[in-house]
């Protein structure tokens, strides 16, 4: 489910003077929300999003999993984009609450019709959990398709978690959708490096949202949690952001070439 991930010394190479700093680097707590000068360079992703509005993660899994565990309680309902990665649904089905499958079409090319959303929300809903790029099936929704489900969103004052862990590996930049936190201030975009930059080892993932109350609540519920990252992890992951276009056009060369392959066998 990501792209051929490289040593750290391959990482490095991006920037030589590194090894320096990584052998400099403290072994203490490293600050809770993520480091300092991480959070700056995640901040680049994104429009309108600053360092302070970012808390960073062992992985998108614990993120996910504070997620459901802060902003959604037992009676609540949430709609699901389906079929999905399995805890999206699972972990708020275990803590009571109700999901209703908003489901991809494969007749259609897996795609999703906004005006469906009117006939799944209730007086109980409390978000809508998207992912897109989409994972399984590579389903990206077109700008019109986007903004129609912010605008539900918005509408039902619902909170919008948007998996965003392949946003970058589209095939043609031009595609590629704003992040959700840009757009909406109820929005929660979620990141990852194990997907767009292939380095799934230095298990760090991040949430990134315009919501005060989220990232209170979140950043509390972390405590019980990892308290916070590893700091060797989050020196690496300052670097790979900053090199964020050369990861990604390597990593979709490789998935063009993949690509190719994958016809002549098919053929």
């Given at each position: 489910?990501?792209?051929?991930?490289?040593?750290?010394?391959?990482?490095?190479?991006?920037?030589?003077?590194?090894?320096?700093?990584?052998?400099?680097?403290?072994?203490?707590?490293?600050?809770?929300?993520?480091?300092?000068?991480?959070?700056?360079?995640?901040?680049?992703?994104?429009?309108?999003?600053?360092?302070?509005?970012?808390?960073?993660?062992?992985?998108?899994?614990?993120?996910?999993?504070?997620?459901?565990?802060?902003?959604?309680?037992?009676?609540?309902?949430?709609?699901?984009?389906?079929?999905?990665?399995?805890?999206?649904?699972?972990?708020?089905?275990?803590?009571?609450?109700?999901?209703?499958?908003?489901?991809?079409?494969?007749?259609?090319?897996?795609?999703?019709?906004?005006?469906?959303?009117?006939?799944?929300?209730?007086?109980?809903?409390?978000?809508?959990?998207?992912?897109?790029?989409?994972?399984?099936?590579?389903?990206?929704?077109?700008?019109?398709?986007?903004?129609?489900?912010?605008?539900?969103?918005?509408?039902?004052?619902?909170?919008?978690?948007?998996?965003?862990?392949?946003?970058?590996?589209?095939?043609?930049?031009a595609d590629r959708l704003p992040a959700a936190c840009d757009v909406y201030e109820r929005?929660?975009?979620?990141?990852?490096?194990?997907?767009?930059?292939?380095?799934?080892?230095?298990?760090?993932?991040?949430?990134?949202?315009?919501?005060?109350?989220?990232?209170?609540?979140?950043?509390?519920?972390?405590?019980?949690?990892?308290?916070?990252?590893?700091?060797?992890?989050?020196?690496?992951?300052?670097?790979?952001?900053?090199?964020?276009?050369?990861?990604?056009?390597?990593?979709?060369?490789?998935?063009?070439?993949?690509?190719?392959?994958?016809?002549?066998?098919?053929?």
């Amino acid at each position: 489910s990501d792209p051929e991930s490289m040593s750290i010394g391959e990482l490095l190479a991006y920037e030589p003077d590194s090894i320096d700093g990584l052998r400099d680097t403290w072994l203490g707590y490293t600050e809770y929300p993520g480091a300092p000068a991480l959070r700056r360079e995640l901040a680049t992703l994104y429009e309108n999003i600053d360092a302070d509005e970012i808390i960073v993660h062992t992985g998108a899994q614990e993120a996910i999993y504070s997620f459901m565990n802060t902003m959604l309680a037992p009676g609540d309902h949430m709609i699901v984009h389906m079929p999905g990665y399995q805890s999206h649904y699972t972990l708020a089905e275990a803590l009571g609450v109700s999901v209703a499958p908003w489901k991809a079409r494969e007749e259609a090319g897996w795609s999703l019709d906004p005006a469906e959303l009117e006939t799944l929300v209730t007086p109980a809903t409390r978000a809508l959990v998207m992912c897109v790029p989409h994972n399984p099936t590579g389903y990206l929704p077109s700008r019109d398709v986007f903004d129609a489900i912010v605008a539900f969103a918005r509408k039902h004052g619902l909170w919008l978690f948007s998996d965003e862990v392949y946003r970058g590996l589209e095939h043609d930049r031009a595609d590629r959708l704003p992040a959700a936190c840009d757009v909406y201030e109820r929005a929660i975009s979620l990141g990852a490096l194990s997907k767009t930059h292939g380095l799934a080892g230095l298990r760090l993932g991040w949430i990134a949202t315009k919501s005060a109350q989220v990232l209170e609540r979140m950043s509390t519920f972390k405590d019980y949690l990892t308290i916070s990252n590893s700091a060797p992890s989050e020196y690496l992951s300052a670097i790979a952001v900053r090199h964020t276009d050369a990861l990604i056009e390597r990593n979709v060369s490789i998935i063009r070439a993949n690509l190719g392959v994958l016809d002549a066998f098919f053929a």
